[in-house]
């Protein structure tokens, strides 16, 4: 079974730093393009930032400049690295991947279990 396993989450200060990470777990060949998303309290789901298979990476406004996304394909592993961050960006943090490639089937739109992310002033 395909999963997506995020860890890194915490309570940070305003302008201080936190690394998500998301991995994946099981027969994976390859995965295609791969997301974060935030939901803050009482407010649908956004996407933030997205990479492809390739690097190529997209970012919400609010967040250029100060997120990078990043991912490990041999390891099927992505990061997101979140600087200078603001109470706004305050939300759980959920990974996504568009699409898994296992040794015997494809998986599509896998969503990991989400990691708090919380910054206070």
């Known amino acids: 079974q395909v999963q997506l396993v995020e860890s890194g989450g915490g309570s940070v200060q305003a302008g201080g730093s936190v690394r998500l990470s998301c991995a994946a777990s099981g027969s994976i060949f390859n995965m295609g393009t791969m997301n974060w998303y935030r939901q803050a309290p009482e407010k649908q789901r956004v996407l933030v930032a997205s990479i492809t298979t390739s690097g190529s990476t997209n970012y919400v406004d609010s967040v250029k400049g100060r997120f990078t996304i990043s991912r490990d394909n041999a390891k099927n592993t992505m990061f997101l690295q979140m600087n200078s961050l603001k109470p706004e960006d305050t939300a759980v943090y959920y990974c996504?991947?568009?699409?898994?490639?296992?040794?015997?089937?494809?998986?599509?739109?896998?969503w990991g279990q989400g990691a708090q992310v919380t910054v206070s002033t």
């Open positions: 996504n991947a568009e699409s898994v490639r296992t040794y015997s089937n494809y998986v599509f739109n896998l």
